[in-house]
């Protein structure tokens, strides 16, 4: 079936580092894939989406390029600042009408050190 | 902006109570979805729902019922409540088939605690 890897955690970095979580899918078809964010306390939150291979999403200073040759959707962004502090879930939605479900990864715990 | 709410953010039910989640959405969304959430094992899907009086299991749905008598209104139901059913339970709403997005978009949680 579908499924999600992310990368394990926690991450923890200094303010302005470079932040990569890894993502790698497996699906049948041509999924679309997701990155949500989850601050403390609250529900998730829609960070950034592509549709099909070569999209790149981008959102508040983060992006993440749709690689179907290797299956991967990494989350990057170049200079995180303390209030990045958060869980990061990858997801897929396989795409097929009808089916509208989506599959998460375990989520990545990133802090940011001032 | 789309809304999700949820009735409460902190609840705390013994053990054999009945328990209802109650969501609701405001974008006339078709689809709804509940999940909980444990640390380690991400987001598990409960129940879903594409339709009202439509209900469908998910990857997890023993324990729990659900119920959908309006499109904006999707409640989780917690027959007898057990310790192991403490957890976060996020609501989630979708477009639906018009559109063909998939977005879901999250409420922002109730954490159940049964003693």
């Known amino acids: 079936g579908d499924s999600v890897t992310q990368m394990e955690g926690p991450v923890t970095l200094s303010e302005e580092a470079f932040l990569t979580i890894n993502c790698t899918y497996t699906a049948t078809g041509y999924p679309s894939l997701f990155w949500y964010v989850q601050y403390p306390g609250e529900g998730l939150q829609l960070l950034l989406k592509?549709?099909?291979?070569?999209d790149k999403g981008s959102n508040k200073g983060f992006e993440a390029t749709y690689r179907k040759e290797t299956t991967s959707f990494h989350l990057e962004k170049g200079s995180v600042q303390v209030s990045d502090s958060a869980v990061y879930f990858c997801a897929l939605s396989r795409g097929l009408i009808g089916d509208y479900k989506l599959s998460f990864g375990a989520g990545t715990t990133v802090t940011v050190r001032a | 902006d789309v809304k999700v709410t949820q009735s409460s953010r902190y609840l705390v039910k013994r053990t054999g109570e009945k328990v209802f989640l109650e969501c609701v959405q405001d974008m006339d969304h078709e689809n709804m979805f509940w999940y909980r959430q444990d640390p380690g094992l991400g987001l598990r899907l409960i129940y879903f729902?594409?339709?009202?009086?439509?209900?469908e299991k998910g990857d997890i749905p023993e324990g729990y019922s659900v119920s959908r008598e309006k499109k904006e209104r999707f409640s989780l139901i917690l027959e007898s409540a057990s310790t192991n059913q403490t957890s976060m339970y996020l609501c989630?709403?979708?477009?639906?088939?018009?559109?063909?997005?998939?977005?879901?978009?999250f409420g922002p949680g109730t954490r159940l605690t049964v003693t």
């Open positions: 729902s594409y339709d009202v009086k439509m209900k």
């Open positions: 989630a709403s979708s477009l639906g088939s018009q559109g063909r997005l998939y977005e879901q978009y």
């Open positions: 592509a549709t099909k291979a070569d």
